[in-house]
């Protein structure tokens, strides 16, 4: 690390949090906290639901699963199949409601759908799940700020949770998204950087050495065996009803399209993010591509990493290998994308903390002062800052990429999530006892596999598995049943916008699939 590297890191924290300052000047109260005053246009909300899945965890757990982990490889591409199929499933079926629903927190729907009862059940398993996420991001950040700045990986974490909690709590949602745009400009660009360096040191774009990594080339994976986890139709299926919940049902990300002028708008922020995340995701998996024939020609520097949680192979590179300047760059890169990331998060569980929690059990706390109200919601979102660095804390070290570790807790929790909601839609006869019945049943389900099968049943199965359960239990208890009183049907699938922009999503992952095909034919010849 050079004077240059620490002035382009030093500057890159500066910028970010005197947006933030900026933007607070502007809030009035917890609606222009939370929701930016329901005002932002359909493209920066689209690229802040980039930027908030392009964290740290993508520049470096995705190039360590496919270079280093075993069972790993190019098969983490299929994974994008299901992007665009789950934007398309949300315009028609959960946007809807959210824009007619007029709260700042989604889980309002199923209090009025179904009960006080599930919608608190459903908050405390938002709360669990996105505060453990949250954990995830901000380890893996400090996995590359602890090797490249040479300290302590707790010296790390600490860092970066006390800039993110000083950025976040003054800026709201609007902070968040407008500086997640430039944040996701930063990553992308370091990622691009690393591209380059790989390609210069490699002397082009090598003839993958497939003698050197049996299985890391396989792009379209349809056979069982030691990599069914990561097989084509686990994560076809899996992958499906997790985005589907993650975009759709988690408060962190569904938050943003609450923020939109209008439903148009908000359609917009989907079609953006289900076409422009696959080229961002290709570009970290070209970057664990190029990395694999790398590590087979610098045996020296594939030595240094032998031991090592393969989390630690991107940091180290960056280090040994990305010159002065550049380091400087990719580090501010990382940083800034686990500021994107947890900005959202921290915002979301504050404002679910606020709206379905503490006005639920202190019903009197919506009389304070706007003032109070933003002050309470800043304080939330400082406490969460400190669960987040806890979940880190005990997380840190396990064995695992930090990819898997984020998928992982997303897949016991989403399935059932989702399901609750589409029963909500689509099921009238369903009531607040058999919802809940299959909600915990299903999650029950998940925990069971997570616990006792986790070695024969791929984690992508939990959302099929929790999705299917809750679903199955809930239509059980309510044969028969009358439909709920004044019920109608929110979902838009005769809107000729919302028809287009299915067809448009559609095309897309079919253009994807063609895509990874022709990948798989271009390195079966090599």
Known sequence: MTILDWIIIAATVVLVIYIGYRLSRRQRDEIDYFLAGRRIRGWPIGLSLLANQVSAISLVGAPAFIAVKTGGGLRWLQYELAVPLAMAAIIVFLLPLYRRSNSISIYHYLEKRFGRTLRLMVTVFFLLSRSLGSGVVLLATAYVISVCLDISLLGSLVAIALVTLVYTTMGGIMADIYTDIIQLAILWTSALICVI????????IPAPLISSAPGRYAVIVTSGGAGSTF????????????????????????????????????????LINGLLRFPIVATYCLIGFLMIPFLAS????AAQIVGLPPDYIMPHFFRSFVPSGF??????????????SLDSALNSLSAVSWNDVLLKLKPGLNNLQQRKKLLVSRLLTFLWGGTAFLAA??????????????????????????????????APQVKERAA??????????????????SSTVSWLWWNVAGFGITSAVAL??????????GYKPTFSAGLAKD???????????????SLLLALQIILSDR
């Open 393 to 426: 804390w005990a997380m840190a070290d396990s064995g695992e990429t930090v990819i898997e570790i984020v998928n992982k807790i997303g897949s016991a929790f989403y399935g059932p999530i989702a399901a609750v909601f589409m029963i909500g839609i689509l």
């Open 197 to 204: 360096i790989l390609v210069r040191m490699l002397g082009g």
């Open 436 to 453: 809940l019945s299959g909600l915990l049943a299903g999650f029950g389900a998940n925990i069971y596999l997570w616990a006792f099968q």
């Open 499 to 513: 028809r287009q922009a299915v067809l448009v999503m559609a095309v897309w992952s079919a253009l994807i699939m």
């Open 298 to 301: 610098r045996p020296a520097f």
């Open 327 to 340: 380091l400087g760059f990719v580090i501010a890169g990382i940083f800034a994308a686990s500021l994107s």
């Open 476 to 485: 059980a208890l309510s044969h028969g049943g009358t439909p709920v009183p």
């Open 231 to 270: 097989s084509f139709w686990p994560m076809l299926l899996g992958g499906f009803f997790l985005y589907l919940s993650y975009y759709g049902c988690d408060q962190s990300q569904a938050q943003r399209l609450l923020t939109s002028a209008d439903h148009g708008q908000a359609r917009q922020a989907l």
